[in-house]
C-alpha cells in the first residue's frame, strides 16, 4: 500500500544502510504490547510481516533507513490487530442480501418487509430473512400461516436471530417435503398445533436443514464477494483474524483460492463442521493443520450440543421457568456426543462444542473426561478442547472446567444483547451463573472471545463495552451483576488468548519481536477513557502482514 505523505503524519528520515533497517516505523504512540507483563511502550519497527524492535523512540530510530515510511501517531494507542474466535463469516455476507428483520417491534412490519420483497420476486424465488426476535414483537412467533398470507407463490425461510430457529411458509414446507406426517429429525423440533398436530411453520434447530437442503445455494462467485465484503468491513473494525466456525471444504477451498490470488486480507482460521470429521482423518489433517500457514489454517472440528436460549432449545437441566413443559433440546445422545469427541481426539484433532444450557455443558464434560481417560492426559493436553458461548453454568461446571482445562469460548456481546429477558428464562436461582464471565476467568482458565457474527455485529469496541459493564435493571442480582470483566480483561481475550486458541501464541496475539506485524492504531485508549468514551473510539489504522490494509484517512 502506498502511503499518503501528509505533513506531521509521515517523515522520511535518510540513515545509512543497515541490516536491519525497517520497512515501517511507528513513532511517538503508546505501545500496549499485550504481553505478559503488560509492558507498554513507545514504538515499533516492522521489516517484511515481521516486528522488528519494540521499544524507546530511541531504540526504533536507529533501525531507519532511506526507504523507511515513518508515522507520527501523535500519541494514539496502538495493541495487536483482534482476533474474532467465533465468527460465520461466509453467512454473514450472504446474509446481506436478505431481508434484514432485526429492527422489528411488531409481526406487523415483519410481514410488510416479505410482501415488499414477494412483489419484486418472480413466482417461486425464494425470500430468505434473517435476525427477527419475538422478544422484540411483544412476545409474538410467526407462523406459516402470517407468511402465507403476504407470499403464498414464493417460498420463504426466515431465521431468528439466534440462528437456532426459522418460520418457513408453506410453499417452503412443501418443497422441502414436511408435513404433519413428518417425524422430527435428531436434534431437531418440527413445530405442531397441540390441538390440531398441524405444522406451524416453526422449525428448531436440525429441522431447519430440512428446508435448507432444498434452497439453491450460493455460487463460488457469491461466496467469494461476500468473503471479501466482510473482510473490507472486518479491517474497518481493526480485526486481523478471524476463525470461522462450521464450515465444510468448499468454503475452504475458496478461502484457499483468494489467499492464493492475493485477494485474503485477514489471516483465517477454521473449525470444521462436524459432518467432515471422517474427510479429515482421511487427510490427516491434525490439530492445527496449516494449508497457508499464517493465512488459511484448520484448527478443528465443530459440533452441536444443543441450541439457544432466546430460542429456548438451549438444553438445561431444569425447566424453562417461561416454559415449564420444556427444558430445551439437546442436538445429540450422550453417547454420540462421547464418540465423536474421543473419534476426533484420539486422532489428534481439537473439539470445539457449542454449549449454552448447564445441561448441554454437563454432557461435553462427561465426553471431554471419557476422552481424557481413554487418551491419557499428555495427547489430551495438547489439543485445547473448547466449549462455546459456556452460557448457563454452576459450580459443579466451574470446576469441572477447570480440572480439565476447558478453553473457555465466549461471546462479549451475548450478556448485553438478552439482559431484558434472560431472568424470564432461568430464573433468579440461576441467573447468577449466566454468562459467568468473572467466575471463567477467576478459575484461571484460557477464555478467547469472538463475537458469533451475524448473531452480534462485527466490532470488538462494541463488545469490549458490552463485557465490562453490568446494567441493574431487570436483573437484580449482585452475585450476576458482578460477573463483568475489565476492558484490559476483554482486550486479553481478543488478542493473545484468542492467539492461544487457535494454536498461534508464538507468532500473533501480542506486539513484540518476531511476531507477525499486526496491529491497530486507535483514536481513543481504551485502557484509559471511561467506559462511556469507549464506544466514541475509531480504529484508525489497520496493519495485517506489515502491510496497511485499513488507514480512516483514505475512506470515503
Request: proline residues 3%.
Amino acid at each position: 500500500m502506498t502511503f499518503k505523505r501528509k505533513e506531521g503524519n509521515l517523515v522520511i528520515e535518510s540513515k545509512p544502510r543497515k541490516k536491519n533497517i525497517a520497512d515501517l516505523v511507528l513513532l511517538n504512540c503508546k505501545v500496549y504490547t499485550m504481553n505478559d507483563d503488560l509492558d507498554v511502550e513507545e514504538a515499533v519497527a516492522v521489516k517484511g510481516n515481521k516486528i522488528i524492535c519494540v521499544g524507546t523512540e530511541e531504540d526504533v530510530k536507529k533501525l531507519i533507513g532511506d526507504n523507511t515510511c515513518v508515522l507520527n501517531l501523535e500519541g494514539k494507542p496502538v495493541l495487536p490487530g483482534f482476533e474474532d474466535c467465533h465468527c460465520h463469516l461466509i453467512s454473514y455476507g450472504l446474509s446481506l442480501s436478505q431481508v434484514d428483520l432485526s429492527d422489528l417491534t411488531d409481526i406487523k412490519n415483519l410481514l410488510k418487509r416479505v410482501e415488499i420483497k414477494a412483489k419484486n420476486l418472480p413466482n417461486d424465488f425464494w425470500i430468505r430473512g434473517h435476525s427477527w426476535d419475538q422478544e422484540k414483537m411483544g412476545g409474538n412467533w410467526p407462523t406459516r400461516f402470517d407468511l402465507d398470507s403476504v407470499s403464498p407463490n414464493n417460498p420463504v425461510l426466515l431465521t431468528r436471530i439466534c440462528c437456532h430457529i426459522a418460520v418457513a411458509n408453506s410453499k417452503a414446507l412443501e418443497l422441502a417435503g414436511i408435513s404433519k406426517e413428518t417425524p422430527d429429525p435428531v436434534g431437531g423440533e418440527i413445530e405442531r398445533d397441540k390441538v390440531t398436530g398441524e405444522v406451524t411453520g416453526l422449525l428448531k434447530d436440525s429441522a431447519i436443514d430440512l428446508v435448507e437442503k432444498v434452497i439453491p445455494q450460493a455460487t463460488r462467485d457469491e461466496i467469494k464477494t461476500a468473503i471479501k465484503l466482510i473482510t473490507r468491513k472486518a479491517l474497518e473494525k481493526g480485526v486481523t483474524s478471524i476463525e470461522d466456525v462450521g464450515v465444510g471444504w468448499e468454503e475452504v477451498n475458496i478461502y484457499s483460492d483468494l489467499y492464493l490470488d492475493g485477494e485474503l486480507g485477514i489471516r483465517m482460521s477454521f473449525l470444521i463442521d462436524v459432518g467432515f470429521l471422517d474427510e479429515m482423518i482421511k487427510r490427516s489433517m491434525r490439530s492445527p493443520y496449516p494449508l497457508h500457514k499464517g493465512w488459511v489454517n484448520v484448527t478443528g472440528v465443530k459440533v452441536f450440543a444443543d441450541g439457544s436460549l432466546g430460542g429456548r432449545t438451549a438444553y438445561l437441566k431444569e425447566p424453562y421457568l417461561d416454559r415449564l413443559d420444556t427444558c430445551g433440546l439437546p442436538m445429540l445422545s450422550q453417547d454420540d456426543l462421547n464418540k465423536i469427541v474421543l473419534k476426533a481426539n484420539q486422532f489428534g484433532i481439537q473439539v470445539a462444542v457449542h454449549a449454552i444450557g448447564d445441561a448441554a455443558n454437563e454432557m461435553v464434560i462427561k465426553a471431554f473426561e471419557n476422552s481424557l481417560s481413554s487418551i491419557g492426559y499428555k495427547k489430551y493436553s495438547k489439543l485445547r478442547n473448547r466449549i462455546e458461548h459456556c452460557s448457563v453454568l454452576n459450580d459443579f461446571l466451574l470446576s469441572k472446567y477447570k480440572e480439565l482445562g476447558v478453553l473457555a469460548s465466549i461471546q462479549l456481546s451475548f450478556e448485553a444483547s438478552d439482559r431484558n429477558w434472560i431472568i424470564k428464562r432461568v430464573g433468579k436461582e440461576r441467573i447468577r451463573y449466566v454468562y459467568a464471565w468473572r467466575s471463567l476467568l477467576d478459575s484461571d482458565l484460557v477464555c478467547i472471545g469472538g463475537t458469533d457474527c451475524p448473531i452480534e455485529v462485527l466490532d470488538p469496541i462494541i463488545g469490549l463495552y458490552n463485557v465490562s459493564n453490568r446494567e441493574r435493571g431487570i436483573v437484580d442480582d449482585d452475585l450476576y451483576l458482578q460477573q463483568k470483566i475489565s476492558v484490559r480483561e476483554g482486550l486479553e481475550l481478543i488478542t493473545k488468548n484468542a492467539a492461544y486458541g487457535t494454536f498461534e501464541e508464538d507468532v500473533k496475539g501480542t506486539i513484540e519481536v518476531g511476531k507477525y506485524a499486526d496491529m491497530v492504531v486507535l483514536s481513543k485508549d481504551l485502557l484509559e477513557v471511561g467506559r462511556e468514551e469507549i464506544l466514541n473510539a475509531k480504529v484508525l489504522m489497520t496493519i495485517v502482514d506489515g502491510k496497511i490494509l485499513f488507514d480512516i484517512r483514505e475512506k470515503g
